[in-house]
């Protein structure tokens, strides 16, 4: 005869280990979810920590998205931040707003220069030249007030009054203008600002942000009096004739233009002179890609190499006269004249 264990007999027992049991699972489940909640926690602080990092001006954040944008890069003297240039975007400038921003007041810029030991004739004071501008952030208000009304001037007048060079690009301006009507944009605000560095001058590179377009980018230049003034023509890239009418004509008598330069993957079907180095250029507006040579001996196109070293000889903005050899060309073999300027940048001597 078979008699039933102790243990099985016991229900205290029993009960006993369903409860322990029960315990158990319940501390796992507890435990379960404290590493689920402790999980998302920590997704969403780096979450945060990343939209807070965005949020902010990295120069080196900055300088690799744009360097992706090839119209929004400046080949420039790079040092402490990222020379940039615009988008191309202000070539659509706002005419519809009768308001114009009043032009900044005029007000000693305070003094940034260093003392340095190497006085003479043409520095007597010892006194290094300014290379960026100065403590940016506590100017925004004065570089919104010139950007806005650079972007609502109604006329030519009213933007040369927040232009860089007015008396040089006044013509400049009034030609473009004729055949590039412009579109209104709405102002909404400044975004960032970002110093760059240029021995000799004060510059900056700034965003402004519209209401109904994308934001744009454009070289700023704080003036001796404190005031702030766009550079234009870097803004529209202007170019002494169009690039269609350039190809189709092929002038002989050399032309400025803003392009993009890139060493060629493959070389050209036509032969460049003997000692020459070929670049591959398209313009901002164009993907048709022309070839163009200069002679690398030259000592003026050491500017040239130099930019094209610093971008890698990939996509770099640069302000070239461009023609062509003769008659005997096949349309896409050109010849660079002359570099001009940094980027898309112009600078005309040094200011003081």
Not at 57 to 73: G, I, Q
Not at 189 to 207: F, I
Request: some cysteine; hydrophobic content about 40%; charged content about 25%.
């Amino acid at each position: 005869m078979t008699h039933p264990s102790i243990a099985d007999n016991d229900p205290p027992r029993r009960s006993r280990a369903r409860r322990r049991e029960a315990m158990i699972n319940a501390v796992a489940t507890i435990l379960g979810c404290m590493a689920l909640v402790v999980m998302i926690a920590t997704v969403v602080r780096v979450v945060m920590v990343k939209l807070w990092e965005s949020a902010r001006v990295n120069p080196e954040y900055v300088k690799s998205v744009y360097d992706k944008d090839l119209e929004r890069r400046w080949s420039g003297n790079i040092k402490e931040q990222p020379s940039l240039l615009s988008d191309g975007g202000a070539q659509s400038q706002s005419g519809s707003t009768p308001r114009v921003a009043a032009a900044p007041a005029a007000e000693a810029a305070p003094a940034r220069a260093v003392a340095s030991p190497g006085a003479n004739a043409e520095n007597p004071a010892g006194v290094a030249p300014p290379s960026s501008i100065q403590d940016i952030e506590h100017k925004r208000a004065k570089i919104e007030l010139s950007v806005r009304g650079f972007f609502e001037a109604a006329n030519v007048d009213q933007r040369l009054a927040f232009a860089r060079d007015p008396q040089r690009v006044r013509p400049l301006m009034e030609y473009y203008y004729r055949g590039h009507p412009h579109t209104p944009l709405e102002w909404k605000a400044l975004g960032w600002v970002l110093p760059v560095e240029e021995p000799g001058y004060r510059l900056a590179y700034a965003q402004a942000v519209f209401a109904n377009a994308d934001p744009v980018s454009l070289i700023i230049e704080e003036m001796t009096d404190g005031s702030f003034r766009v550079d234009w023509e870097s803004s529209v890239r202007y170019s002494e004739l169009d690039w269609e009418v350039f190809l189709k004509t092929q002038p002989t008598a050399p032309k400025l233009f803003r392009v993009i330069a890139s060493k060629p993957q493959n070389l050209p079907p036509e032969a460049s002179p003997m000692g020459s180095e070929v670049l591959e250029i398209k313009h901002p507006d164009d993907n048709d890609v022309i070839y163009a040579y200069f002679d690398r001996k030259d000592p003026k196109f050491q500017p040239l190499l130099q930019q094209l070293q610093t971008g890698n000889w990939k996509d770099v903005p640069l302000t070239l006269r461009l023609c062509f050899p003769g008659p005997t060309g096949n349309g896409k073999n050109a010849r660079i004249a002359d570099v001009e300027g940094k980027g898309w940048l112009i600078l005309h001597g040094t200011r003081s």
